[in-house]
């Protein structure tokens, strides 16, 4: 068991190690000069002295090893570099952002999934039936249509048709509002951004458990709980969807990274001033620090998500034997 | 409480259109009382398992069911699923072919066992108890409860399924192959275990294949083939005396430690999905049957009493059969013959069946052959007479009944003229029956395939001399075969042959018996052979019969000294 | 079990509809040059002109006609998922195939990419390539199957390796052939429906990759996109003009999606007999 573990963890940090290995990488792969091309958009008058200072800045005169050396350990510092751009410590910025987008995306994880399953786990079990077939061609529709495209919809219909929401921010500047007003203020501001992010994760979900139900549904185990008499709620959930969550556990992983992209677009379009918005300044910013910085952040956490997915599949699934 | 099948009839919708029908059942009536256990034994595809699910009304929803179940006298075919899941696992509960998941992979042993106490309203400590009290009954050991279900055997597995559905103590139990998939061990444990609770006072519908398990447990048996009942008899008759040619046909089949025959499937293929209901105009069994007359293709035959092995007033079931079941084709009452004053035979009586093959054992001069010629009618009886289906064999023209009844005789180079060639060999009882024609020919070669051999020009004009004792052999019962009589005499007709070709001359001879169902007398001097071929054995000693029992019996529980003695010489012994 | 695929597919509504949709798009955008009825990258008429005659959707705020942008973003769109898709596609064939006949080390190291690449959010790095380098279409189109190509590789190694083991395949080999024929006789047919279906996602994905990033700035603003269209048109959403405007690129980005959807959904049922909508259920 402790052997299991120990491959696993290595495993894991090889990953990681590998990924920031890349992310150093890649800045200074770029065509033509790394220095120009971070501030080939700004307006500043780049002589030799400029140009030597900014080098030494960035560390670029250091031999590549020492510069991946310096990075490592000022990750290990919690310091994920300095945007000149903002004028502030990365960290410090994402740090502000991170929240909100925990707030978003958690919040939408957890909401799409418990809806995806419901409604699954119910349409699989009339399947064929009007309900079933209604609800599949909703889903599907609704599939097709990107959160980029949602989240448009529902800024242009219920932000500036009906004016039921705010179309930008977290908060309501200067509001100065404390406890149940604060709250209330930012659920406020939440509720479109979430629906939107929520309603476009829901069809993948729902999919994906009713496809497992389906399966499940045909297996003996089934008939034998029916058989029992068991009441035919707890056949459904505790008996086949119990069963039928296992393919969706495995692919919670690539759900995060899903919702991680559809938040990005949801917090670009109402100015949600989560990760996503951050990383769009960061891109109209050419503020590469800022954005080296924001990818291994999220890399970290969707990793970290991978492994405590991971440990838990073992409860989940008591048939899986070791999962590496 | 008691469970009862009143004119159950169950179908598939096939397809969409409400006529493309496939009968699962067909009126089918079983009644069983409490403390009683009766098993129904079938096929793949006979419909047992409908029969299962029908009981607890658990068919998919493309099965159109009519007639009646009652569960303790309530017809459950009218109930709603929630009515139902009262019922379910209360009065009535299944024990499900141990096959795949067949129990929840989640879920520990012990929480699917306590389950239906719990939605009963138990408090969880007290049906974990309990059922902690069931898994020891059925000899689960302390520890493997918590496990999950695929950490455990396939007989612990088939243990815990007999256990959840003990638990609530229901008054019917439906078991569907039990022990299919079990070692010895927990087969004899779970006899115990469901003879325990027919004894408290259940109803117990056993469903399996496996013959010998069916007088284990069972007082009662049903046959079912394909949707229909063929046969209703006592479990223990069932290996021994089964009376429906069908019944025998999987008797036969059936591989059993004692008997030594060769196993030999039912012949012809099974019906259709299609054919199998009541519209049909036949008996259902009809097209496999090697005893069917006329009426058997016309009319549905109706149930009918049948004789069994235990004494007049007993009830001994039920047979589907035109005929009444296997009809007895010969009847010896009290023969007897002597030459001189030398008594051959005295008051000897048996009896041969339809398609039954009886081996006629005893030493040189024990009568044996001079009985097999009596039957044949080439020999007259002093005393006593011989009933060829209900008629006095010496009240039939001579030469009709030769035609059915063929010979082979021991010595083929003998029995066959020298001057024949195979053609003329084979062709002889044609002649002789003014049979011979155009057509023959071809008879001929069909004959000779049978036994498998060529039949090619240059074959069929070769002379004896020529050909090997076993090929000639095979000549000689394609001659007795050709005109497709009832009854082929053996008469020691492999002693003459070498081993090798003394086994394949033997397994031609029971290919042929299946295939066609004639009957046959194989009358040797060898026990050994004769367990091999025959359903039945009758020993002859001094004009006597000593024994006459199927022959897995006779091997077995020898009851006279000098049958004992022709085994235990037999098997190597003084 | 034998499965005929084209004949099911066409008994399929859903896949049906999906199909004749793509088909639809896909022809609108080939044609686009010839039924454009302006060019696109031209003035044309006087800015935020609302629909008429001459402009079915009215203009942009540059004055180019908006329809005529609508159907070229369709092509760059259809195109871009296309590529992408084939070559993804056939990197995850190539390698998950190699991998699975190979073994070895070289298995470890392709699976150890895959699952790296697997763990990020796809967006993430294309972002960074695409703000670092500022590229090209086409190094985007590299770049996003050098991203996607995992899920079908791991598809096609688990297929192959049972296939491997199959006895058809043994029997085969110990006939003589030679694996290039192995490869194509029994390998390949197996593989079609993973391809296929694998094909699609990608296709979906990367048009919504596409609109995405030019929604987000991060493409060559002088190709014309749906996403760059969606993204003007959210500027200027204080005036009128966003059901012209705005919503075309939206509803037809959708459509594209959603017949993407529609077939993968079909092809999944067709190729997982167990899925099929007209089976009997034991309930």
Known sequence: MRNRAVKMVAAYLLTILFLLFLNFLLPRLLPGDAIIAMYSGHEMAMTEEVYEELVRMHGLDLPLHEQFLTYITQLAHGDLGYSYISNAPTAELIMGALPWTLLLVGTSFILSAIAGIVLGVESSWRRGGRFDRSLLTFMLLLDGIPSLALGIMALMIFCLHFGWFPSTGAMTPYSGAEGIGHIKDVLWHLVLPLATLTLSMIPGDYLLIRNSMMLTIREPYVLTARAKGIKKRRIKYLHAARNAILPFSTRIGIRIAYIITGALFIEKIFAYPGLGCLTYSAISNRDLPLMQGILTVSVLIVLLINIVVDMMYKKIDPRVENAY | ?574 | MHIKPFKDFKNDKIGVTGLVLILLLITTAILAPVIAPYDPWDYSAPAFQPPSGEHPLGTNDIGYDIYSELLWSLRTSILFGIAVAAIACTIGLVLGVSAALIGGMYDMIVMRIADALLAIPTIMILILIAAYFKPSTIVLVIALSLVLWQTTARGVRAQTLSLKTKLYVKAANNMGAPTSYTMHRHIMPELFPLYAMGFVTKARTAVFMEAGLSFLGIFDPTTKSLGIMMSYAMRYLYLDVWWNWLLPPVIALSLLIISLGFISYAIEEIFDPRLRRNNATPI
């Open chain 2, 1 to 574: 409480m008691p469970l009862q099948f009143k004119n159950l009839n169950v179908q598939y919708r096939v397809s969409g259109s409400p006529d493309d029908r496939a009968t699962a059942l067909d009126n089918i009536s079983i009644k069983i009382n409490e403390g009683e256990c009766v098993s129904v034994v079938g096929e793949s595809g006979s419909g047992k398992s409908t029969l299962a699910l029908a009981s607890m009304k658990l068919l998919a929803p493309s099965a159109v069911m009519t007639g009646q179940v009652l569960v303790g006298g309530t017809d459950i075919s009218s109930l709603s699923d929630s009515e139902m899941e009262t019922i379910r696992w209360n009065d009535i509960a299944i024990v499900f072919q141990n096959y795949g998941d067949v129990l929840n992979p989640v879920h520990r042993i012990i929480d699917q066992i306590a389950e239906p106490l719990i939605k009963n309203g138990e408090s969880r400590s007290s049906a974990l108890d309990r059922s902690r009290r069931m898994l020891d009954y059925l000899k689960i050991k302390e520890g493997r409860d918590v496990l999950y279900p695929h950490q455990i055997s396939a007989g612990e597995r088939q243990r815990v399924l007999m256990a959840m559905a003990l638990i609530t103590d229901p008054g019917i139990l439906v078991l569907d192959e039990p022990v299919a998939s079990v070692d010895a061990i927990t087969k004899s444990h779970l006899a115990k275990v469901i003879n325990e609770q027919v004894d408290a006072g259940k109803a117990v519908l056993l469903i399996t294949h496996d013959l010998s398990f069916v007088p284990l447990c069972s007082c009662r048996c049903e046959v079912l083939y394909f949707g229909s009942i063929l046969e209703s008899l006592p479990s223990h008759e069932l290996l021994d005396a089964p009376r429906h040619p069908y019944t025998r046909a999987l008797v036969r089949s059936f591989p059993m430690m004692e008997r030594a025959k060769d196993l030999a499937g039912v012949r012809g293929v099974p019906p259709s999905m299609f054919s199998r209901s009541s519209e049909r105009s036949c008996c259902i069994f009809q097209p496999r049957c090697t005893q069917s007359l006329g009426d058997c293709s016309q009319k549905v035959p109706q149930a009918v009493p049948r004789e069994g092995a235990g004494s007049a007033g007993d009830d001994c079931g039920y047979v589907v059969c035109h005929r009444g079941g296997i009809a007895t084709m010969i009847s010896v009452k009290d023969v007897s013959k002597s030459y001189k004053d030398l008594l051959v035979l005295s008051d000897v009586s048996l009896t041969l069946d339809e398609g039954e093959i009886l081996a006629l054992v005893g030493e040189t001069g024990s009568g044996k052959t001079t009985l097999a010629y009596t039957i044949a009618g080439t020999i007259k009886p002093d005393a006593g007479e011989i009933l060829f289906r209900g008629r006095s064999v010496l009240d039939i023209d001579r030469k009709e009944f030769a035609k059915t009844v063929g010979i082979v005789y021991q010595s083929p180079r003998d029995s066959i003229s020298h001057r024949f060639t195979v053609f003329e060999a084979i062709a002889e009882p044609l002649q002789i029956h003014k049979e011979f024609d155009d057509k023959s020919h071809g008879r001929i070669k069909d004959a000779l395939r049978e036994v498998q051999l060529p039949d090619d020009e240059y074959f069929l004009q070769k002379y004896p001399h020529e050909l090997s004792g076993g090929e000639l052999q095979r000549v000689a019962i394609a001659r007795a075969l050709i005109l497709a009589p009832d009854l082929l005499i053996a008469d020691e007709s492999t002693s003459f042959l070498d081993p090798s070709v003394q086994a394949k001359v033997l397994r031609l001879l029971l290919d042929l018996q299946n295939e066609r169902g004639i009957s046959m007398l194989f009358v040797t001097h060898d026990i050994g052979v004769a367990r091999k071929v025959s359903d039945r054995i009758a020993v002859l000693h001094g004009g006597d019969i000593v024994e006459n029992a199927p022959s897995h019996r006779v091997i077995a529980n020898p009851e006279h000294p000098y049958t004992k003695q022709l085994i235990g010489v037999a098997k190597g012994g003084s």
